[in-house]
């Protein structure tokens, strides 16, 4: 799907999108509907946590400075549950100190204030291919868990290295 087929259709994801500033919340998330399937919205990074929590989310929009909880400290604390997911902050800072800490709290992209509707969707529609990639990895990893469980119900299975030693046995082996 090229992203011309991507614009037009709403792209089948859970998105977070965390903003304190409500006019700027309330244009964004506009923007945001319009382009993905589901769009939960945070009003800080503390409920934008506990809406992490709730809803597992694909993918996260944050700002980066909040009342209670930061977009950065929500992000530090969201990659030790998902190293996954990918995180997008918006900021007002270019500053080298604020890009370091993003880096330290595991943040994947930066698109920075002013919004750009264009820069946004761009790093948007990049945070999609992974989550395709994911999903597909999800997806092959099931169906060779099932596959393992076919074979180990129906079939003795080992395997041996070149010298002849065995190295792997299923359990119907035994």
Do not use: C, W
């Amino acid at each position: 799907m090229n992203t011309e087929q991507k614009e037009r259709i709403k792209l089948p994801i859970r998105l977070l999108y965390v903003e304190d500033e409500e006019d700027i919340r309330s244009a964004t998330s506009l923007f945001l509907s319009r382009r993905v399937e589901e769009l939960i919205t945070a009003t800080d990074g503390q409920e934008g946590l506990e809406f992490y929590d709730k809803y597992k989310p694909d993918l996260i929009v944050s700002d980066v400075r909040m009342p209670r909880m930061d977009g950065l400290s929500m992000a530090s604390m969201i990659r030790q549950k998902d190293t996954r997911i990918p995180i997008i902050i918006v900021t007002a800072h270019s500053e080298k100190d604020y890009f370091v800490q993003a880096i330290d709290a595991g943040v994947n992209q930066f698109v920075i204030k002013q919004i750009s509707t264009v820069k946004l969707y761009e790093a948007i529609l990049k945070a999609y291919d992974y989550i395709q990639v994911q999903r597909e990895l999800q997806q092959k990893t099931i169906l060779l868990e099932e596959y393992r469980y076919a074979i180990d119900q129906g079939a003795i299975v080992s395997k041996t290295d070149n010298r002849g030693i065995i190295t792997f046995v299923n359990d119907t082996f035994f």
